[in-house]
Nanobody, 127 residues
């Protein structure tokens, strides 16, 4: 499988962006798809996930502002980001798991790390 993100940009506080992730080379649709982000000096953070039934899950930091969705016909994962804040600045990565559906640990992170990752797209939010 192959994942390619796009849509990252520099925006001002309060702005909006839509990230896209086109998937290819998967024999079947991925079971669990996710957006992660990582800022230099910080650990990787799960942002949002969508499972094979379309059930979504969000990190507390983005609830109410970000929306994850998947267009099965286009095999594209999206992340609609509204009311962006400087703390949202990071490299955003698309990830997919072809072997396991989304299962969460008690701390809200995925129990199993996805087995396919994109190259990332940079989002920078200035105050």
């Amino acid at each position: 499988g192959h994942l390619v993100e796009s849509g990252g940009a520099s925006v001002q506080t309060g702005g909006s962006l839509i990230l896209s992730c086109v998937s290819s080379g998967f024999t079947y649709s991925a079971l669990c798809m996710a957006w992660f982000r990582q800022d230099p000096g910080k650990g990787r953070e799960r942002v949002a996930t969508i499972d094979s039934r379309g059930v979504t899950n969000y990190a507390d930091a983005v609830k109410g502002r970000f929306t994850i969705s998947y267009d099965n016909a286009k095999r594209t994962l999206y992340l609609q980001m509204n009311d962006l804040k400087p703390e949202d600045t990071a490299m955003y990565y698309c990830a997919a798991d072809s072997e396991a559906d989304c299962t969460y640990r008690d701390d809200g992170n995925l129990l199993v790390e996805p087995n396919f990752w994109g190259q990332g797209t940079q989002v920078t939010v200035s105050s």
